[in-house]
């Protein structure tokens, strides 16, 4: 056999097999305890005008693996520094991949996307997983909605 390209083996470890495995046994309370979170977040955020709460489309059931908002108007940068300085981590997980390193040097890819560059400019991913408590949530949702009174 040649190799003609570099490879990756990505065959998982035993443990990491194991921990997969005991994971699936608890996926549908994973999933139902996400969406009640979720529900509940959108839920104390829908009055705010000033972002967009993630939708789920008629037909399709979201898992809320991430919660994640858009922010108008262009705070959403501000947005998150200030939740950051309330000890609320978030994170923006999505940028254009038109806009890489690997695309544009690389492959040497030249185009605009605008729809796409002003959606990568909003999204921000609020903390989401099973264990966060009503007080944790309150507490998110509180200093969002006190972000936009101090507008």
Do not use: W
Request: hydrophobic share 35%.
């Amino acid at each position: 056999m040649e190799y003609v390209l570099l490879g990756y083996n990505f065959r998982m470890s035993n443990i990491t097999a194991a921990l997969g495995v005991a994971q699936m046994g608890k996926v549908d309370d994973i999933i139902k305890k996400r969406r009640e979170i979720a529900g509940y977040i959108s839920n104390k955020l829908s009055d705010i005008s000033e972002i967009i709460l993630p939708r789920e489309p008629d037909d399709f059931f979201h898992v809320y693996q991430m919660y994640t908002i858009r922010v108008k108007n262009g705070k959403r940068d501000d947005l998150a520094k200030f939740l950051g300085q309330c000890g609320i981590m978030t994170k923006v997980y999505f940028s254009p991949v038109h806009s890489s390193h690997f695309y544009r040097k690389v492959l040497k890819y030249k185009c605009k996307l605008p729809e796409t560059e002003k959606l990568s400019e909003e999204v921000l991913t609020l903390p989401m997983h099973p264990l966060l408590t009503k007080e944790e949530l309150d507490l998110i949702t509180s200093k969002i909605e006190s972000f936009y009174s101090c507008d």
